[in-house]
């Protein structure tokens, strides 16, 4: 073996490979003490970290229990020689850096399946190892800044991976936010409508109550001056009695009905929608005849689920609306339809008049919330939107505005129709 130490290395280049090889991490398998010993003393001088094994399988068994950036191995050996330890070691990985030291070179075929990075010839000499190494290191240090490079990869991955983390969590955060304010609008636009509703409510009950009221009034008036007179007949007393007892039973029933109305039950029922609408067109009745408007309905028994508070509202709403454009119109007849229908899977409500229908560049604006043709005093614009809320979100339906042509009574009108689809029960 050539005699070999740090003073003789001139070349700076070899001196740069013996400092980067001193960080490689070597695994030198060689049965034969002699080669093993005189092998080391060379290798030494590059390598800081050495383990060595006499055989293939002890030789596998420091790879399996250690990290290795090199593996220097003999062929005929004991107990597992090194073309087995080879094959055993490329099932677990196909990267690591393995060079072969031998006498003879007939299993180079072999060796050249198994992917082998250089093939050393005993005895080592310090000329061809160097020459060897140089390429190895060469290869060790591309690989090391390979994984260099692949690990600045990884953290760069990392820190977007963790930016995007946490842009999502504070765009849910923020979603969660409008999602929570969009409610608090909901419930602020609900108590808004109910309070509009409640309001026109209490306007056509009172109108309602006017009619029998007087009557009671009268009625209990003229008894009272029969029995003072001592004129009184216990029949038309009789009759009078039941008079005053009818007109309270309508008084009573119409507190019922803004009682119904008002309460806040969120369980769906199954219930008939066309007691529905005859609760609404009962409170809203007396608005009608008092302005000549003629209410024309072809109305079936349909079964539906849902809030029948919320249809009565739905139903309470077009009608005041249907009424209010048609008293802007000032016509001479004023009709509103009322259809109530089912079809396959659906109840159909459809609410129409004869005001010549909504103007066609405020027809898909309709149901947005605040939007009114109303006088500031008359309306707050918020009915249609709570409508579709109501009829959309809380029961599953439909509801769509259009302007139709249609013939009653041998005259043509034109006017808008609201169309509802709520599920059959």
């Known amino acids: 073996m050539e005699q070999f130490n740090k003073v003789q290395i001139k070349n700076a ?13 070597v695994l030198y398998v060689e049965n034969n003490d002699k080669y093993r010993k005189n092998s080391f003393g060379v290798f030494k001088v590059f390598f800081h970290k050495i383990d060595t094994a006499k055989d293939g399988l002890e030789g596998f068994n420091y790879f399996e229990n250690n990290k290795y950036d090199l593996i220097i191995t003999s062929i005929d050996m004991p107990n597992m020689n ?118 026109e409510m209490l306007e056509n009950i009172a109108h309602q109550w006017r009619q029998p009221l007087s009557v009671i009034s009268t009625a209990a008036t003229g008894i009272i001056m029969q029995r003072e007179f001592d004129i009184i007949d216990e029949q038309q007393e009789l009759k009078t009695l039941n008079t005053i007892n009818d007109s309270a039973q309508f008084l009573s029933k119409t507190i019922d009905d803004f009682r119904n109305f008002f309460k806040d039950d969120k369980n769906k029922s199954t219930f008939n ?85 909504v103007p066609s560049d405020i027809i898909d604006r309709v149901f947005e919330p605040y939007f009114t043709t109303k006088h500031k005093s008359q309306g707050t614009g918020i009915g249609l939107y709570m409508c579709q ?34 599920p059959l029960a």
């Open 389 to 422: 809320k109501m009829i959309v979100d809380h029961m599953g339906g439909s509801i769509e505005v259009k302007n139709m042509t249609y013939e009653y009574d041998n005259n043509t009108f034109k006017g808008a129709c609201f169309r509802i689809k709520l």
């Open 82 to 199: 090194g073309i087995d330890m080879i094959t055993k070691i490329r099932e677990i990985s196909k990267n690591i850096t393995i060079l072969i030291t031998s006498s003879n070179n007939k299993n180079f075929i072999d060796l050249i399946r198994l992917g082998i990075d250089g093939y050393i010839l005993k005895p080592v000499e310090i000329s061809q190892f160097t020459s060897i190494m140089q390429k190895v290191i060469e290869k060790l240090h591309n690989k090391e800044e390979l994984y260099q490079y692949k690990n600045h990869l990884e953290q760069k991955i990392e820190e977007k991976i963790n930016k995007i983390k946490s842009l999502n969590d504070n765009l849910e955060t923020r979603v969660k936010e409008e999602i929570l304010k969009n409610k608090e609008k909901d419930n602020i636009l609900i108590q808004q409508s109910k309070m509009a509703a409640m309001g």
């Open 273 to 357: 929608l066309k007691d529905v609408y005859i609760i609404s067109y009962d409170i809203l009745s007396s608005k009608f005849k008092n302005n000549y408007i003629k209410i024309v309905q072809d109305i079936e028994n349909v079964n539906i689920k849902g809030f029948d508070g919320e249809i009565t509202q739905v139903i309470m709403n077009l009608l005041n609306n249907a009424s209010d454009v048609l008293l802007s119109k000032e016509k001479q007849k004023m009709y509103i339809f009322v259809n109530i229908y089912k079809d396959t899977n659906n109840a159909i409500l459809e609410v129409k008049d004869n005001a010549g229908g």
């Open 13 to 25: 280049m070899l001196e740069d490979l013996i400092k980067f090889s001193k960080t490689v991490r």
